[in-house]
Structure formats: C-alpha cells, structure tokens
Nanobody, 115 residues
Framework: QAQLAESGGGLVQAGGSLNLSCAAS????????VAWYRQFPGNQRDMVAE???????NYADSVKGRFTISRDNAKQLVYLQMNGLKPEDTAVYYC?????????WGQGTQVTVSP
C-alpha cells in the first residue's frame, strides 16, 4: 500500500528556514507526481509545490523564489526547503501524491512562523 509520511515541521522565526521531508513507502517513481500542500485553519488545502515523475518542479506564486522542492530517488524522499519564512506561511503542510488512481495524503506536519 502506498503511503507518505512528513517530517521536519516546527517553530521558526520570520526569515528563518525549515526543510520538510516526505518519505514514501514504495518506489518514489511509482507516483505520477508528488506535491506539498498546506492548509490554513478553516481553509482548503492549497498546492505549494509539486515535482513530476520527470523531475519538473512547479510552485505556487506565493512561494516562488523562497521554497524549493527536490527528490532523493535513492532514499524515496521528497523535500521542501523553505527559506525566508513569513508568519503567513504558518499552516499544516501535507505531502501528497498520485499512485495509479489513488490520491495519497500524508498525516501533515505543523509549521509555525513567529513574527
């Protein structure tokens, strides 16, 4: 069964950095794409960054130039390097991927950015 699990969230001051990790239970190439989403309280989940099976990254406008998504094929990991964090980046961050016809979600990790 395909599963994803996030780690690396926490509390950081504005301007700081965090590196989130998403671990896959299966070959990372089995996913058509893997993405990071975030959810603000009371809101839907919005895509932050995705990486396709071919390795092409895409970013939401709000994080371009600050966040970088990357993949470690050998370790079955997808990372989200977040630099220049702002208080408005505070949210629960989820890893997600499409495996065959299934949309797989991780359990989420909290990121809190203090002013």
């Amino acid at each position: 069964q395909a599963q994803l699990a996030e780690s690396g969230g926490g509390l950081v001051q504005a301007g700081g950095s965090l590196n989130l990790s998403c671990a896959a239970s299966i070959d990372i190439f089995s996913f058509d794409w893997v993405a990071w989403y975030r959810q603000f309280p009371g809101n839907q989940r919005d895509m932050v960054a995705e990486i396709t099976g071919g390795g092409t990254p895409n970013y939401a406008d709000s994080v371009k130039g600050r966040f970088t998504i990357s993949r470690d094929n050998a370790k079955q990991l997808v990372y989200l390097q977040m630099n220049g964090l702002k208080p408005e980046d505070t949210a629960v961050y989820y890893c997600a991927g499409r495996y065959w016809s299934d949309f797989v979600w991780g359990q989420g990790t909290q990121v809190t950015v203090s002013p």
